[in-house]
């Protein structure tokens, strides 16, 4: 069983940083692209940033400059470095990622629960 499991959200002042981590586990060959989104109260599930396995990104404009993406292959983890966090950034944070499990030729999307990142003074 595959589990993607988030940490590192909290609550943190405007224009300050947080970073968030998540770590696949389980039963699989591979992991392709792993990603960041992020839902507001009301609002839909939007892309934060992703990550291919060769360390391609791509960025939600909103957090474009502010916003940075990682992965550690070895360790099946990828992280977001969030700077300069403004009060349109609160959400849940969900971590994403495709990945090939043992017994299936092509890769699933995965999701963590979320982690929930407050930014307020």
């Known amino acids: 069983q595959v589990q993607l499991v988030e940490s590192g959200g909290g609550l943190v002042q405007p224009g300050g940083s947080l970073r968030l981590s998540c770590a696949a586990s389980?039963?699989?060959?591979?992991?392709?692209?792993m990603g960041w989104y992020r839902q507001a109260p009301g609002k839909e599930r939007e892309l934060v940033a992703t990550?291919?396995?060769?360390?391609?990104?791509n960025y939600a404009d909103s957090v474009k400059g502010r916003f940075t993406i990682s992965r550690d292959n070895a360790k099946n983890t990828v992280s977001l470095e969030m700077n300069s966090l403004k009060s349109e950034d609160p959400a849940v944070y969900y971590c994403?990622?495709?990945?090939?499990?043992?017994?299936?030729?092509?890769?699933?999307?995965?999701w963590g629960k979320g982690t929930l990142v407050t930014v307020s003074s």
């Open positions: 994403n990622a495709w990945i090939v499990i043992i017994t299936a030729p092509y890769g699933m999307s995965y």
């Open positions: 389980g039963s699989f060959r591979s992991i392709n692209a």
């Open positions: 990550i291919s396995t060769g360390g391609s990104t």
